[in-house]
């Protein structure tokens, strides 16, 4: 029993750890520059089409002035109908001409009730971003939202 109680905490200590670490590490910076600089996506027009049959999912186009060195990304989920969101299914992708799957990225900062990241880096662009999320009914959702960020000059 001391032993497992033991293991339990070294797990424990472990993942707060590991947390911590990824949290107080700096800015996120979802995309390289040699990413960034990857085509667009040449499909446009899609997000109308987008299932919305999972969480609620709410996300706004963000503008950032080129003063700013990193700035606030936050998607919030809501459960659909009392079904609780299954966090496991968080996804974000950049739409570039092949998609970039952020999701191990923002992994650390995604939970039930959305992503939240305090401090996020881009390169200066245009981008478009895709979310999705499913509940525990296996029901899933996707947003499209565009973050600009400006070029100083």
């Given at each position: 029993?001391?032993?497992?109680?033991?293991?339990?905490?070294?797990?424990?200590?472990?993942?707060?750890?590991?947390?911590?670490?990824?949290?107080?590490?700096?800015?996120?910076?979802?995309?390289?520059?040699?990413?960034?600089?990857?085509?667009?996506?040449?499909?446009?027009?899609?997000?109308?089409?987008?299932?919305?049959?999972?969480?609620?999912?709410?996300?706004?186009?963000?503008?950032?002035?080129?003063?700013?060195?990193?700035?606030?990304?936050v998607?919030?989920?809501?459960?659909?109908?009392?079904?609780?969101?299954?966090?496991?299914?968080?996804?974000?992708?950049?739409?570039?001409?092949?998609?970039?799957?952020l999701?191990?990225?923002?992994?650390?900062?995604?939970?039930?009730q959305?992503?939240?990241?305090?401090?996020?880096?881009?390169?200066?662009?245009?981008?478009?971003?895709?979310?999705?999320?499913?509940?525990?009914?296996?029901?899933?959702?996707?947003?499209?939202?565009?973050?600009?960020?400006?070029?100083?000059?």
């Amino acid at each position: 029993m001391r032993s497992l109680t033991r293991i339990t905490m070294a797990v424990l200590l472990f993942l707060l750890t590991t947390a911590a670490a990824a949290l107080a590490s700096g800015p996120v910076q979802l995309l390289t520059v040699q990413e960034a600089a990857l085509p667009d996506s040449r499909v446009y027009g899609m997000a109308e089409r987008l299932p919305s049959d999972g969480p609620e999912i709410w996300v706004s186009d963000l503008e950032v002035p080129a003063a700013a060195p990193t700035f606030p990304l936050v998607v919030r989920f809501a459960e659909k109908g009392d079904v609780p969101v299954d966090a496991a299914t968080v996804r974000l992708e950049c739409l570039k001409s092949n998609p970039i799957d952020l999701t191990p990225r923002i992994r650390p900062y995604a939970g039930k009730q959305g992503i939240s990241l305090q401090s996020v880096s881009l390169p200066p662009g245009l981008y478009r971003f895709r979310v999705a999320v499913g509940d525990v009914k296996g029901r899933f959702s996707e947003k499209e939202f565009t973050v600009k960020v400006s070029v100083i000059f």
